[in-house]
């Protein structure tokens, strides 16, 4: 046979070969995210890059950090994950170090990375799986689905219904308590707070609470003292790490007027346990409940 013929040959072969896959992915690799977009993959991802830190600490909790190839700067958890390259901060992102990276797989948060980085990695012919859940039950979502596209599908499934059984005993032993208002306090200077449109006010709901700013626009939001004076919340949640309880309980001391801080009802959540869309935001559930709880009883004495 004429070499070229041969040559030719090879070529629509190869290129017949590559076309059917491109238009039909393997069976169980075709997900859609939390924004509504299809993520098709032809085989398991093996070089994933992580845009956020509950990203990273999910693909972690299904056994898969060795394939994070590259994560945002405060990915701090588990200590693995201190390890991987950093491809940006919580504003930045490194589009150069992704290129060179060559991901198969790119893991965002929605509100987080936000719309015109996300449309940008995907004008760049990346696969990008977008993370937003808005309920507790969608971070047993995505658990399930990242065990999908990164080809541990058991794991994905027994990782998302240990984390189901948890929120349905949650839900089991607070959906009918008498409801408490709860101030989340995001930042201490300027004071801050979420939304409704955030989870953790799918947290305070679950364990009896309501969030006094649920119905604000933003998802995060600067507060009045005013505001927080007229609003009287029964319960001051406050979000940072151990080292800042005491300046973040000084603040308060200076409110004594309020009922939370009259009655002793302002508590301390590491912020990872709850902001973070991750595993571990079952563990700050179960805190946020207790806290709630012990309110409850203090009232009655």
């Not at 009259?262 to 207790?290: A, S």
Request: hydrophobic share 40%; proline share 4%; net charge positive.
């Amino acid at each position: 046979m004429n070499k070229k013929l041969v040559q030719w040959f090879n070529f629509l072969v190869v290129f017949g070969v590559n076309a059917i896959f491109l238009l039909y992915p393997v069976a169980g690799l075709t997900i859609t995210d939390d924004m509504g977009s299809e993520i098709a993959l032809v085989k398991p991802a093996q070089r994933v890059i992580s845009l956020s830190p509950h990203l990273t600490e999910l693909v972690f909790a299904i056994d898969q950090g060795e394939k994070l190839v590259g994560v945002m700067s405060f990915s701090n958890y588990p200590e693995a994950a201190k390890k991987i390259p950093r491809i940006g901060s919580h504003n930045t992102i490194s589009y150069e170090s992704i290129a060179q990276i060559q991901p198969d797989l790119i893991l965002a948060w929605g509100s987080g990375n936000g719309s015109e980085a996300i449309h940008k990695l995907k004008s760049l012919g990346f696969s990008v799986y977008v993370s937003e859940p808005n309920k507790l039950e969608g971070v047993a979502a995505t658990i399930r689905k990242l065990g999908i596209l990164l080809g541990v599908k058991d794991k994905g499934e027994n990782e998302a219904n240990k984390f189901i059984n948890r929120l349905s005993q949650l839900k089991e032993n607070y959906s009918d308590r008498r409801k408490i208002s709860v101030f989340y306090q995001l930042s201490d200077n300027p004071i801050m707070t979420l939304s409704g449109r955030h989870l953790i006010s799918d947290v305070i709901e679950l364990c009896g609470g309501f969030n006094i700013f649920s119905k604000a626009i933003p998802i995060a939001l600067k507060v009045s003292l005013e505001s927080l004076v007229r609003s009287d919340p029964q319960v001051i949640i406050a979000g940072t790490k151990k080292e800042n309880e005491e300046k973040w309980l000084s603040g308060w001391a200076n409110r004594a007027s309020m009922r939370a801080v009259k009655d002793k009802q302002v508590y301390f959540i590491d912020p990872d346990l709850l902001v973070r869309h991750g595993p571990r935001i079952i563990e700050g559930t179960e805190k946020m409940c207790n806290y709630l709880e012990r309110s409850r009883k203090q009232e009655k004495e």
